[in-house]
């Protein structure tokens, strides 16, 4: 379609269902915006995303031969994508295109003031036919991609995404901070609800990841930096010494002296400082763990004593997509909740499943070399906070979220203390027993009948947790008021109290500012939508796999992680990306090189002044590398010549939108 | 005579269906998209809102039937029934039936004329027999594809739909068409059908007119619903108070349904909030065991319904009757103070659990202990069935939510994309060796 | 019955970044959180585009205040933070050249999620109008002035 063609602007308001038509007066908005210079069409639709909406829209493209489309509907997040592909069906250039959000911003913040929203739908639909009176053509950037992706994280989630992806045939770099793949799932036993080891499946994995010959993966390594865009990623990976070789890694393990708190075993036991988390684990090699190894001399086998160097290296990764599988940490109580760190009986769930493990071939369950005859749980620590009741954390927030999986987790070892220890006394204080999934509820059911002893607490009256006093039968007394039976108060001495800790996100903060992705208010990592794009984030080429994203359970976890994999195979299987066309561009008409906009650009390559010769004489002129262009508009700004605009986003479309939005509707006496 | 050769079979086109439809065609494979319904939506199209966003749904529903229907690479065959799924060295050979719509679906433009014309007025069963259509209609106003099914059941074959149809599109002739769908892979997404109101018979075994069931309370509350407002079934009238009774067929062992449905908890708080929007003077009370607000997100919407000033009373409902007025009454005990009492309510909303919608073994599978499709290694490959090269996605595989079944949808298609990817590299493998 | 076209209040306009304000918009309105009408957001890549001229003429046409609501140091673009800052300060100054209330004109860092911040940003320009009044009036005194001062 020329450019000088006639403007035929068809305008559409939505009634979302309702969303917007209960508040909007969408019928008063179609009818004032029909009589709108260059509109040959403006309707209404109860839902116009639907695909009889979309064929009404194809049919003026084809019909009326409109040539340019403004909608006033949901946030352009939602449907944008969706009403440029009408255009594109129906023949039609997709940047023609104007979005105007009438429902986030309009009929559901506006839901007691309807004269006000539908007064502003107007002005807000006026101002989307403005632009679009100047929007052009684009055509997408088309880039070559890298059929390889970056795999943050080696936990079940990035071990299951590298996996899926690489069956695909595309390549996968997978980058794991600690010296050992397997995650937080390592540190765990008999997983519900199948009981299976959960080493033992982690081995299943990991075995089909290493020898996988698409997948390379870098233990003790980090990502320190991420350049570029969807497509072509190049990601600064640091790779840092083993320390020990095949050859003398015994000799070097048996030596070593140093001991530290094993973080495997949650600090229960200590660990050298070159170590193995557990038997089996991969790599099978040792690791020296840097943190911690202070360059203490080392004797092997009476020789001369060695000092251990860390020699970084770095390699850097190109890469299409991203997938972010950082995993969770568990709640760390604070000093004296629940009196964790001062009563050496008050343990968590975590610490306690690794003391299980240690302590396997015990007949009676032991603390600290005391039998243990009566244990209590207690719920929701770190989770469902409240505000003004919880105190807040370091950050100045509270934990308001539910992390899903500790119900059915505490559940769960509740039914291997009965199993192995039957005389022992358990008692079980929550506030909703939430074992959702498939096999869950058993627990609970099996725990009521097995006699473990429920006790629900609400969230605004914490249990109690005190040191018994001198000459009592147990260490600890718990006071809490139990609303099963009609809010007793109860005082139950315990010889060990378990916290039942939630999930929180790892400290990523380096890694979130590096990749540009958002965290929602629960700080875990934010998808696009809910339901939309669930495993996607607002940065193109960057998913979330796991627990980086929310509470999951392992089966979540694995779920997730292969829908991202989906997401990146679908994105970089041709080997091509397209990028949006929202980059500088030069006017050649008006550009006489001042070189204003190359000084004030950030951005490497983007933007060069050039000499060119026309007519014979020479001229000098600024020439913008699309693919490396933000489109920040730095350089529109300060260009003496007006000779530069981000394409789709110009400086006249705004000011033609600001008139609209000023000025007032004309011919409204009659529409109203 | 249609028969068609596919890299994956999708039986099932609600959300889970739709999704992992579209997971494998943007990844270049060849789909096909089996519905029994005459359109595509499943249960989600039916919704109001959607949490915890309270999305108006169809604004999430309706693009993603549009990218079906629009997809390169997936073929859509709706009014289709799955018979028998046979197995041989190239894969499977999906039995499959296209039940007859009397309606030619090439020529139909959904202009809805015969609809029009049609004398006879049924229940809708989109609107859970709340409202009504035609004996000939377009399935609902956002039906994907937009094309006439005749309800052969109710038709009295007065010839009117074929005279005012301007294409001649009706074809009272047609009978049920057996082809077979050739895939190297299937993905089942049957999906859920709520247990029956009146499976409890202590909840008033259906025959209380202002007991209901949530999907009905949907349509109550869908701008796109037979009223566009909640009223009472019985009379008409608009309730001041309305119930939840929560568990209504789920974690009950008497109707041999232990597990928790997982959804309840969180339609019913929507519903709850709602309801408080459409009719503010209304007070609204959720009878539950244990909240089980789990989701991301979703702790926060139980706590903002709290704020809003929806009650919630933790009890076991043990019975339900009514009135002379056909008010319900709730019988329960208040586990919190250890009494027994009796609410009357306006309208109580049974918060029923899910059951699967099609039985397993019509797939060649041995149904889970619940009753939906086993998944032998949920910690290894949570969308794999016991037969090889079958998978599983959203509620066919158990009770879970709109957000869970999408994942699983991406799940259950890259599991597939791997399991065509290995399967086609042997075949080619194979006739390599073959050539030589 | 009164003519719903004709704005009483001031008119706001919100130029919020897409990776901040304008989502923070989205997130208020997911709330369903309400906040004066007569406020009109647009989205905009990154605020460094505009040349000062640019608010001075909005002012000059009837916008009676102006928030940009950037993603500061979160923005994608590793221009916003400074380059904004720098561009609100020649703009004031080149709307006090003008005699415009350098108040109509507010910077705020808004995030995605920032439901709160963004309400009282709104709420406190919407009342600061409601006391300093539309900009035309505050233009035509200042043309008055100009016209009778001794030429």
Redesign the interface.
């Known amino acids: 379609m020329p450019d000088n063609d006639k403007l035929k602007i068809a305008v559409y308001t939505c009634y979302c269902g309702g969303n917007i038509s209960d508040v909007v007066d969408c019928e008063k908005v179609a009818k004032a915006m029909g009589s709108q210079p260059d509109v040959v069409v403006s309707r209404t639709d109860m839902s116009l995303c639907s695909d009889a909406g979309q064929s009404q829209i194809e049919q003026d493209i084809r019909e009326l031969g409109v040539n340019r489309v403004v909608i006033g509907s949901c946030a352009p997040t939602l449907h944008e994508v969706t009403f440029r592909n009408a255009l594109i069906r129906a023949g039609l250039n997709p940047y023609l295109y104007q979005h105007v959000g009438l429902r986030e911003q309009d009929s559901w913040v506006h839901s007691n003031d309807h004269a006000g929203a539908t007064r502003k739908a107007m002005h807000l639909m006026k101002a989307g036919i403005a632009k679009a009176r100047l929007l052009h053509p684009l055509e997408p950037i088309r880039l070559q991609a890298e059929k390889q992706a970056l795999v943050i994280g080696g936990g079940v989630a990035g071990l299951r995404a590298a996996l899926d992806i690489a069956q695909q045939g595309l390549r996968v770099v997978l980058v794991e901070k600690s010296p050992f793949v397997g995650g937080r799932m390592a540190q765990l036993e008999a997983v519900f609800p199948t009981h299976e080891n959960a080493r033992d499946l982690l081995r299943g994995l990991i075995k089909k990841v290493v020898n996988h010959p698409g997948i390379k993966i870098y233990t003790q390594a980090e990502v320190m930096g991420v350049a570029g865009y969807v497509g072509n990623y190049c990601a600064q990976v640091i790779q840092h010494s083993r320390g020990v070789t095949e050859e003398n890694a015994e000799a070097l393990l048996s030596a070593c002296q140093q001991e530290v708190p094993d973080e495997f075993n949650y600090g229960l036991t200590r660990r050298k400082t070159i170590y193995r988390p557990y038997p089996g684990c991969y790599p099978p090699l040792p690791a020296v763990d840097w943190d911690n190894y202070q360059g203490e001399p080392i004797s092997l086998n009476g020789g001369e004593p060695i000092v251990l160097e860390d020699v970084p290296t770095s390699v850097d990764v190109n890469v299409g997509a991203i997938v972010v599988a950082t995993g969770f940490d568990p709640y760390e109580p604070r000093q004296g909740e629940y009196g964790y760190g001062e009563l050496k009986e008050v343990v968590t769930l975590p610490q306690l499943i690794r003391h299980l493990a240690l302590s396997k071939a015990n007949h009676a369950l032991e603390w600290n070399g005391h039998p243990v005859r009566d244990v209590a749980f207690i719920h929701c620590v770190g989770s469902r906070e409240i505000e003004g009741v919880d105190e807040p954390h370091e950050d100045g927030r509270i934990n308001n979220y539910c992390s899903r999986v500790c119900c059915t987790a505490t559940l769960h070892t509740t039914e291997e203390l009965r199993q192995h220890f039957p005389g022992l006394n358990i008692y079980d204080l929550y506030q909703d027993i939430r074992t959702y999934g498939r096999g869950h509820e058993d627990y609970y059911r099996d725990a009521l009948l097995g006699g473990v002893r429920f006790v629900r607490y609400h969230g605004e009256e914490h249990p109690q947790v005190t040191a018994a006093s001198a000459g009592d039968t147990h260490p600890v007394l718990i006071r809490v008021k139990d609303s099963l039976t009609y809010n007793e108060e109860l005082e139950i001495p315990v010889d060990l109290v378990v916290l039942a800790v939630g999930m929180q996100p790892r400290q990523i903060d380096k890694l979130v500012n590096m990749l540009k992705v958002s965290r929602g208010t629960d700080r875990f990592l934010l998808e696009v939508h809910p339901k939309l794009r669930p495993v996607e984030t607002a940065v193109n080429g960057v998913v979330l796999a796991g627990t980086a994203q929310g509470p999951m359970n392992i089966q979540e976890s694995l779920s997730a992680a292969s829908a991202a994999a989906a997401k990146v195979v679908a994105l970089l299987g041709r080997g091509r990306v397209e990028l949006q066309p929202f980059v500088a561009a030069v006017d050649a008409e008006k550009c006489n090189g001042t070189g204003a906009c190359v000084e004030i650009c950030e951005y490497e390559g983007a933007i060069a002044v050039q000499t060119f010769t026309e007519n014979g004489k020479e001229v000098k002129r600024a020439v913008v590398t699309p693919a490396n262009c933000s489109g920040c508009g730095a350089c529109v700004a300060v260009c003496p010549n007006h000779a530069i605009n981000v394409q789709g986003w110009t400086l006249s479309q705004y000011e033609a939108m600001v008139d609209a939005i000023a000025s007032d509707i004309p011919n409204m006496a009659e529409v109203a | 005579m249609k028969d068609l050769k596919v890299d994956a079979l999708v039986v099932g086109g609600g959300i889970a269906g739709m999704q992992a439809a579209l997971d494998l065609g943007d990844q270049g494979f060849q789909v096909a998209l089996v519905e029994r319904e005459p359109s595509i939506g499943g249960k989600m199209i039916t919704l109001s809102k959607v949490f915890p966003t309270l999305d108006c749904c169809s604004c999430i529903t309706t693009p993603k039937m549009s990218a079906v229907a629009h997809h390169p690479n997936i073929k859509l065959l709706t009014y289709c029934e799955v018979e028998s799924i046979q197995e041989n060295e190239k894969g499977f050979a999906v039995a499959t039936v296209q039940k007859p719509r009397y309606v030619d679906e090439a020529t139909c433009t959904g202009c809805r004329l015969c609809e029009y014309a049609c004398p006879i007025t049924v229940p809708s069963s989109f609107d859970r027999g709340l409202g009504s259509y035609r004996a000939i209609r377009v399935p609902f106003s956002t039906a994907v594809p937009q094309i006439a099914v005749l309800d052969m059941d109710n038709c009295i074959l007065c010839g009117k739909c074929e005279k005012a149809c301007p294409v001649d599109a009706v074809v009272l002739s047609q009978q049920p068409e057996p082809f077979t769908i050739h895939a190297t892979a299937i993905i089942l997404a049957t999906g859920f059908e709520l247990n029956e109101l009146g499976a409890k018979k202590e909840y008033g075994a259906a025959k209380l007119p202002n007991v209901i069931d949530p999907l009905m309370m949907e349509r109550f509350l869908s701008p796109t619903g037979p009223y566009g407002r909640v009223l009472r079934p019985g009379d008409g009238m608009e309730p001041t108070t309305i119930a939840y009774v929560q568990c209504a067929g789920s974690r009950d062992k008497t109707l041999g349904i232990e597990y928790c449905s997982r959804v309840c908890c969180m339609y019913a708080i929507k519903q709850a909030m709602l309801i408080s929007g459409a009719l503010p003077m209304a007070e609204i009370t959720i009878y539950y065991m244990d909240i089980r607000t789990f989701g991301k997100g979703y702790e926060q919407f139980y706590q903002n319904a709290k704020a809003m000033g929806v009650e919630f009373v933790r009890g076991k409902v043990a019975s339900i009757h009514e009135d002379e007025k056909h008010n319900p009454i709730v019988k329960m005990e208040l586990t919190e103070e250890g009494r027994i009492i009796e609410r009357t309510h306006d309208l109580v909303v049974l918060s029923l659990g899910m059951i699967p919608a099609v039985s397993s073994s019509g797939f060649g599978l041995v149904p889970a202990s619940d009753g939906f499709i086993s998944v032998p290694a949920p910690n290894a490959s949570p969308t794999v069935t016991e037969r090889p090269g079958i998978f599983v996605t959203g509620t066919a595989g158990g009770p879970m939510d709109i957000v869970d079944s999408i994942v699983t949808a991406g799940s259950a298609a890259s599991e597939a994309s791997a399991y065509i990817r290995s399967k086609t590299m042997i075949a080619e493998s194979q006739s390599e060796v073959a050539y030589a | 019955?009164?003519?719903?076209?004709?704005?009483p209040?001031p008119?706001i306009?919100v130029l919020a970044t897409l990776?901040g304000g304008y989502?923070g918009?989205?997130s208020?309105?997911?709330s369903?959180?309400?906040?004066?009408?007569?406020?009109?957001?647009?989205?905009?890549?990154?605020p460094?585009?505009?040349?000062p001229e640019?608010f001075v003429?909005?002012f000059e046409?009837?916008?009676d205040g102006i928030i940009i609501m950037y993603s500061g140091t979160?923005s994608?673009?590793?221009?916003?933070a400074d380059?904004t800052a720098k561009?609100i300060n020649r703009t004031y100054q080149l709307m006090k050249e003008r005699g415009i209330d350098i108040r109509r004109l507010r910077l705020a860092a808004i995030?995605?999620?920032c439901v709160k911040p963004f309400l009282k940003e709104v709420n406190q320009m919407a009342e600061l109008l409601k006391g300093i009044g539309f900009v035309k009036n505050e233009l035509a005194s200042r043309n008055a002035s100009a016209q009778g001062a001794p030429a």
């Open positions: 019955m009164p003519d719903i076209a004709q704005s209040q008119k306009l990776a989502a918009a989205d208020t309105g997911q369903h959180l309400d906040y004066p009408a007569n406020t009109y957001v647009l989205p905009v890549m990154c460094v585009m505009f040349p640019f003429r909005a046409r009837g916008i979160d994608p673009y590793k221009v916003e380059g561009l995030c995605t999620v």
